[in-house]
């Protein structure tokens, strides 16, 4: 890909909030507020069946923040609307950038499931612990070009977003580490944990995809190194020494604080990002005990651009 390309995805600076904070368009409340019953259900139900019809400049200053630096979005909902609302102005402004995937649910709860993804593979969203850097989807044949997240329940303690930026990380190795970043290049294993997918040895080492690659000229960076990691053990396979160093590279350049926003995503936040060079993570959380009412709650869409 070209230097130019990748300059318009790497920050100069951690981004400013005014580069990346919006308040809510009043065409999404007005028409979430205007949608019949039937049209509710066919939005939540069947996203892609639903013609959102929104075209203003608010929109397209999204569609621009996202595919280029800062490659993220906070748009600002306000504390005036029920969860409901919510769901729906969140699945218009989702609906307006893209198709939805279905693969989870085209709206699925991120909730704490108690389980613990050390000792089974299973999504770290189903639990309360930090994710760990990482990208979404680790099967090598789906990935989200824009990870949503609406944030009903923020949660008692905890539970901050932190954004990176893998354009940055990839100029960084190149400039200090070419024979790690090359590595980082070639199908490296992941374990299998999508919904309805078999986890053995096979299918692992199957489901095999490079971190760094550049499709129809593109820039794209897929990573969670846990699934990395449990690929290798899995498999019985030996990590190259080259690789070990490069995801060492990449864990520090992402969590030095010059690198990363953190973020405390409140009530009615609705955080899109994109998932080809915009790296997360959350922190642990805890959750209020007297009251699973406010148990932190977020809704994940995985989006394509059509
Ligand atoms: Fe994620």
Known sequence: MSADKLAKMTWDNLPFSEEFIFDLHKDFSNLTTNLTEVQKKLL???PNEFNTNVSNNWLNELHLKLKASPGFVLIKTGDLF???????????????????NNLYGYFYDVIDQGLDFTKKAIPVSMTSASTGYHTDSTAKNYLPDIVGLLCLYPGAVGGDSLLTNAANLYNHLYQNFLNELKLMQNPIIRDVITPGTTNSAETIIENAFPIFSFPNEGFTFRYMR??????????????????????NETDLFFSSSQNHLQYRLERGDILLLNNRFICHNRTA???NTESSASHRKLVRSWINFE
């Open 44 to 46: 939540i139900e069947s």
């Open 82 to 100: 029920t969860d409901e609302e919510l769901r729906c102005i969140y699945a218009l402004c989702c609906r307006s950038l893209g198709l939805l």
């Open 226 to 247: 846990f699934w990395i990691e449990s690929a290798y053990q899995k498999t019985g396979q030996i990590m190259p020494k080259e690789l070990i160093q490069g995801l």
């Open 285 to 287: 959380f805890e959750n």
